[in-house]
């Protein structure tokens, strides 16, 4: 059942044959979620503790309209230096990119849609979009929620960022059925910090139990995706003070510009990165090698 516009990676392609784990990347993390070189650094390294841990990556991506479920080096590289000058694709994008033959970074939207495509269940990147602060006014809600609500793909992440609503966010996913696990948690972490004053639906003890969960939800064919929240390493988390005054700043810096729609994500992600100098986009870095790490394991679970 190959998709036309859809070119899966050779190794990946084997992999997904023989039923050997495989994990999916996303690239708008690459492109506008953190700064060149450290974002292909971190594209590179990631893919590294993939295989190390015995699963093969396939970071996706859109490139001269194709679908491509895997990168070379080469196209990683390619995807960060181009940075924010490469479209950043959510669902709502791709009809356009493909027909036009264009190049696009995908969002963890259009991320999951491609892996569901080639047949890829876990996920792993550093955050997901959500209900922004004044969605009650902006409309502002990020399509990955209506993502996990529809696709097979299930994600995992360090939570959100409190650029968004992360109460409203629970809500909005509650209500299309999509559960939120912690990992050793009871509490919803928020990105760069472990603790964000939110309860997950359900902690999770081990990777085999996430498996087992996921199993259980798709051969019930209860569509959509799960979000698998997995707190920052305590030696990486930072000062909850900190980041929230950065944030605080980085919001209303960018009302004060005036930046709304698809332009405000990576807006805030910027910013808050110039605010707090290194210190968050090293926390950044790790938090993504953690959740590369677990979905390897949850991975590897899941195909065995
Ligand atoms: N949040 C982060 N880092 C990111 C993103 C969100 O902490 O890199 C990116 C992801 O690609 C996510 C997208 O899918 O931003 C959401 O954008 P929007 O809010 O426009 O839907
Ligand atoms: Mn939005």
């Known amino acids: 059942m190959k998709n036309s516009y859809l070119d899966i990676k050779d190794e990946v392609a084997k992999a997904l044959k023989d039923g050997q784990p495989v994990i999916a990347l996303e690239s708008t993390i690459i492109s506008h979620g953190m700064p060149y070189p450290e974002n292909v650094e971190t594209a590179l390294k990631v893919e590294q503790i993939a295989r190390d841990a015995g699963v093969i990556p396939a970071t ?21 230096k181009k940075g924010t000058a490469i479209h950043k694709a959510s669902r709502r994008d791709l009809p356009y990119l493909v027909s036009g033959g264009l190049d696009g970074a995908t969002t963890v939207a259009s991320t999951m849609i491609i892996a ?153 992600l910027a910013r808050i990165a110039e605010l707090s100098g290194g210190n968050s986009l090293h926390s950044n870095v790790e938090l993504v090698f953690n959740n590369v790490r677990l979905a390897s394991r949850i991975s590897r679970e899941y195909c065995s």
């Open 60 to 80: 996706i991506a859109i490139i001269g309209g194709r679908l491509k479920a895997g990168l070379s080096a080469e196209e990683i590289e390619y995807f960060g």
């Open 116 to 268: 569901g495509m080639a047949g890829i269940p876990i996920f792993a990147t550093g955050g997901i979009g959500g209900v922004h602060r004044g969605a009650e006014n902006s409309f502002d809600i990020s399509a990955d929620l209506q993502e996990l609500a529809q696709t097979n793909v299930a994600v995992v992440c360090a939570g959100a960022k409190s650029i968004l609503d992360l109460g409203l966010t629970l809500e909005y996913l509650e209500t299309h059925g999509i559960p939120v696990l912690g990992y050793k948690t009871e509490e919803l972490p928020a990105f760069y910090t472990q603790k964000s004053g939110f309860k997950v639906d359900f902690a999770m003890e081990s990777p085999g139990q996430i498996a087992s969960l996921l199993k259980a939800k798709w051969d019930m064919n209860l569509k959509g995706g799960a979000v698998i929240a997995n707190p920052i390493p305590d030696e990486y988390s930072m000062d909850p003070d900190e980041i929230n005054t950065v944030i605080e700043q980085a919001l209303n810096d960018m009302d004060k510009e005036g930046i709304k729609g698809k332009e405000s994500t990576p807006y805030l």
